[in-house]
């Protein structure tokens, strides 16, 4: 069993940048790690994915603007990051961390991102 907090949501200005952080409970070093996000009115979208050697994979609407990274520090590494860069009215969403091992996959609750002037 995996707990996720995700953290770091909030209101910001089109054009302006936000870092989500995922907390895990225990160390996910050898999990796939992602980040998706659901829209009001629309299915759950795949953001951004890092595997456990760090590399990563983001899709093409966010491709440049948005870059998900995990924290490999001796005494972190339960922490993974999603950098939102330059953000569109489009990229307003509930942003969720998942933790995916084997046949098993972890959701945590969710962040608010509300991109408005």
């Known amino acids: 069993q995996v707990q996720l907090v995700e953290s770091g949501g909030g209101l910001v200005q089109p054009g302006g940048s936000l870092r989500l952080s995922c907390a895990a409970s225990r160390s996910i070093s050898s999990y796939t790690m992602g980040w998706y996000r659901q829209a009001p009115g629309k299915e759950r979208e795949l953001v951004a994915l890092i595997y456990s050697d760090s590399s990563t994979n983001h899709v093409d609407s966010v491709k440049g603007r948005f870059t998900i990274s995990r924290d490999n520090a001796k005494n972190t590494k339960n922490t993974v990051y999603l950098q939102m860069n330059s953000l569109k009215p489009e990229d307003t969403a509930v942003y969720y961390c998942?933790?995916?091992?084997?046949?098993?996959?972890?959701w945590g609750k969710g962040t608010l991102v509300t991109v408005s002037s």
């Open positions: 998942s933790a995916k091992y084997s046949i098993a996959t972890y």
